[in-house]
């Protein structure tokens, strides 16, 4: 981290980046593997029973203020529908609002919204747990089967528990590598397609051009861009509250050695992106950046300012000898129906609306998780003519790349990240010093959420 730049400051301005997108929590982000990685289109034993319907009902609906502007164009479009819409943090940014207010509606048997959006996407660990869940199972004749299919593989994994679907997917944050075309010409380097090839330019880079960077590890985020996709087991659920925590692991240890050596170098920052010191004196020098669908309008052209026709997108990279490369994401939002719903036909009818209609999710900030809205998405990226080629195809290839074994979970990768390694980073430990003692904070805090650690 910059020294100059106070924390509270770097803390706001990563905050406010991650505002700008409402489906990113930087604190409290989640994996997007499932606890049971069954497929949401089967249904578990228990079946659902609705409380008594009253059609025609006045619905509740609490979203954050990015999506509040969707459900009014809902209501707009919709002028019978009669909906009371309450404007809350959306969960982002490590709140925990949407639990503790369920927790008190259980407690009086009432308060419970119809429809809640969460930025958060390991809400749907506790949300679809208890004797009657907050959501309700969306594939048990709440959402058309049709509908539930229509999204990328794995992207309803976050929401399927025991083999039920406890919410839609309203966006998806799949890992890319992005890379400044421009620059990479001018330097004369190929971009690469495995992380050998990565970790070679990025020495190469530190000694040709030093000061220019490959990628980054003081994100809160880091873990979702390089460990899951390197399919490092940090927490991979095999079962209703069990979970695997290995990063002795082959496949962690190769990534901590591969970012420790690029660290060493100076061509992966121990700073995070939107720090006012890496905006200021480092954004202009990003050659390669593993990260995120959202880096493309947010973080470059948005905060770095980089101008149109630069950068571009390239596939997740893949290790030598692995048979296919993944990749991980870094958000994507979720929209639960609530079981208490005395009008589940109209709290179903907006959140399939909010997570599939290209009125809106055309227009959106992220990259849908419902394939028709994400192809009219990418097209009307394409028109806006900022990138140097087409992100399209690199964009739904990796939406279907994403590891499933990196786990939705009651607790933060990133902040138990935060906690423990950039620290650990910042006073010169590398990160495989580190494995040890993060191994020990994600099981400590495993345990204490009531989950078995293997």
């Known amino acids: 981290m910059n020294d100059d730049v106070p924390v509270s400051s770097r803390r706001q301005l990563r905050h406010t980046a991650v505002a700008v997108l409402g489906a990113v929590s930087l604190l409290a982000l989640a994996a997007c593997g499932s606890a049971d990685p069954t497929p949401a289109t089967t249904a578990s034993p228990g079946a659902f029973k609705p409380v008594a319907q009253k059609e025609g009902s006045e619905i509740t609906v609490w979203a954050d203020a990015t999506r509040v502007p969707g459900v009014q164009a809902y209501q707009k479009a919709h002028p019978d529908a009669k909906i009371k819409i309450v404007t809350y943090s ?3 940014n490590g709140a925990n609002d949407l639990q503790t207010k369920v927790q008190l509606f259980d407690r009086t048997g009432s308060g419970w919204p119809d429809v809640a959006f969460s930025a958060n996407v390991n809400d749907a660990s506790w949300a679809s747990q208890g004797k009657t869940p907050y959501a309700a199972p969306v594939n048990q004749d709440v959402i058309s089967q049709s509908t539930l299919k229509g999204f ?15 919410c839609l997917r309203n966006d998806l944050a799949q890992n890319v590598l992005w890379y400044n075309q421009r620059l990479m010409d001018k330097f ?7 992380w050998e090839e990565y970790q070679a330019l990025g020495k190469k880079v530190a000694k040709e051009h030093p000061g220019y960077l490959v990628g980054t590890a003081g994100d809160a985020w880091s873990p979702e861009v390089y460990f899951w996709a390197s399919q490092c087991p940090a927490s991979t659920a095999t079962g209703a509250k069990k979970v695997k925590v290995d990063l002795q692991d082959s496949k962690c240890t190769r990534m901590a050695k591969l970012l420790d050596s690029l660290i060493a170098k100076g061509s992966v920052s121990k700073d995070t992106v939107f720090s006012a010191g890496f905006i200021k004196n480092k954004a202009s020098k990003v050659l390669m950046l593993p990260g995120p669908s959202w880096y493309g309008q947010v973080l470059f052209n948005s905060t770095f300012k980089i101008p149109k026709g630069q950068i571009a997108a390239a596939s997740p990279l893949k290790f030598e000898g692995d048979a296919k490369n993944y990749t991980g994401n870094v958000g994507g939002g979720l929209w639960f129906v609530s079981s208490h719903s005395k009008n589940l036909k109209a709290a179903s009818d907006l959140v399939t609306w909010m997570a599939t209609s290209d009125a809106y999710q ?3 900030a992220t990259y849908p998780a419902y394939k ?3 192809v009219t998405w990418l097209a009307n990226q394409k028109k806006t003519g900022y990138f140097a080629e087409d992100v399209g195809p690199v964009f739904k290839e990796s939406a279907e790349l994403i590891w499933p074994g990196w786990s939705a979970t009651r607790y933060s990768q990133e902040a138990i990240y935060s906690s423990t390694v950039i620290p650990a980073l910042n006073s010169g430990k590398t990160l495989t010093d580190t494995l040890g003692t993060w191994q020990t904070a994600i099981t400590d805090k495993a345990k204490s959420l009531g989950y ?3």
């Open 188 to 194: 004369g380097y190929s971009v690469p397609t495995t």
């Open 452 to 454: 078995t650690v293997n």
């Open 152 to 166: 990328a593989d794995g992207a309803l994994n976050p929401c399927t528990f025991n083999g039920d679907t406890y």
């Open 372 to 374: 028709k809205a994400a």
């Open 362 to 364: 055309s227009t959106a």
């Open 90 to 92: 959306g969960d982002a």
